[in-house]
């Protein structure tokens, strides 16, 4: 157990909709980092939030959005939704902001778009 | 832009055997190396990390890596391998200590009896 919760575990959905995925990083990390798991992308980073503010952006789509509460728990933020934005979704965090510290990954959200 | 390759999709080996899973990098200039592990329906674990001195790296569950800049490649070795090894192996990299990190596209490790 890493110490990093998400919700829902699981979340199906059809086109067009908008779901919101949500990360709880370990205790004392101030770092939440967005992942996108696919079979033809791979693990592809799509954003970073350091306590509170946005650090770090990636592959993300406009039609994605994310935010970092004064608790420091993260949300994804996902519209329009397209069959291809079916994936996994993992959190992970990290004490620091930098990139060459251990990174601690969530279970992830697994979602289906149908 | 730097960019992982991970060679093997796949990698069948039989257990207590030894296993090499590669992965080279393309950047000009210098890099952190990791590599992650992600059993089976879980998220990924930090096995080990390359940042600076040492070419070989030891990681956890009885892993290494070794760094060569000339050849651009941070491979993956185990010298006997258990059942309980069974998982995805990414290779990542980053330039510097406030960039993104980038994954290869993963090799699956399949432990034969």
């Known amino acids: 157990d890493s110490g990093v919760t998400q919700t829902p575990k699981h979340l199906i959905t059809a086109t067009g909709q908008r779901v919101t995925l949500r990360c709880s990083p370990r205790s004392g990390d101030l770092s939440v980092y967005w992942y996108q798991q696919s079979l033809d992308q791979g693990l592809q980073f799509l954003i970073q939030y350091y306590n509170g503010e946005e650090r770090a952006k990636g592959n993300i789509l406009e039609r994605f959005s994310a935010q970092q509460f004064p608790d420091l728990h993260s949300e994804l933020n996902l519209s329009s939704l397209e069959l291809g934005d079916s994936a996994l979704y993992f959190c992970a965090s990290s004490v620091r902001d930098s990139a060459v510290g251990e990174q601690y990954f969530g279970p992830g959200t697994r979602l289906t778009v149908t | 832009a730097q960019s992982v390759t991970q060679l093997d999709s796949q990698v069948p080996v039989f257990e207590e055997a030894p296993v090499e899973l590669r992965c080279n990098y393309s950047s000009s200039v210098s890099v952190y190396l990791f590599w992650y592990v992600q059993y089976p329906n879980q998220g990924l674990q930090l096995l080990l990390k390359?940042?600076?001195?040492?070419?070989l790296v030891k990681g956890i569950n009885g892993f290494e890596a070794e760094f060569n800049k000339s050849q651009t490649s941070f491979h993956l070795r185990k010298p006997s391998v258990h059942i309980s090894d069974t998982a995805e192996y990414f290779c990542?990299?980053?330039?510097?200590?406030?960039?993104?990190?980038?994954f290869g596209k993963g090799t699956r490790l399949h432990i034969l009896p």
């Open positions: 990542a990299v980053t330039l510097n200590r406030d960039d993104k990190i980038i």
């Open positions: 390359y940042l600076s001195g040492s070419t």
